[in-house]
């Protein structure tokens, strides 16, 4: 099964930008495999930033996050990356990268960013 691994996140400034990857193990994601960021404050529950469908390379943001965050994928390598723009300290979260295939879900264990102001 395909497994997710983030990587990328770090403490950064205010009005910084940042680049996450997600590269994939145990598997190609192919298709119509549905890649997706998420993020999660303590306390609150993981809320979805975007999705890119693997083949089309079709996006969709949550409303929330459209304009400030962009996630695409190379359909060679088998990654995908979600890049931020204009972090604010209330960007600091732990950053999910999820795979849907079919019914299955697949998540990687996070990368935390830390926005100072």
């Known amino acids: 099964q395909v497994q997710p691994a983030e990587s990328g996140g770090g403490v950064v400034q205010a009005g910084d930008s940042l680049t996450l990857s997600c590269s994939v193990s145990g598997g190609t994601v192919v298709g119509d495999d549905m890649v997706s960021w998420y993020r999660q404050v303590p306390g609150k529950e993981r809320e979805v930033i975007g999705t890119?469908?693997?083949?089309?390379?079709?996006?969709h943001y949550a409303d929330s996050m459209r304009g400030r965050f962009t996630i695409y994928r190379n359909y060679h390598e088998n990654r995908a990356w979600r890049h931020m723009n204009g972090l604010k300290p209330e960007d600091t979260a732990i950053y999910y990268c999820n795979i849907q295939r079919d019914s299955d879900e697949y998540w990687g264990e996070g990368t935390q960013v830390t926005v100072s102001s």
């Open positions: 890119i469908t693997w083949d089309a390379g079709s996006r």
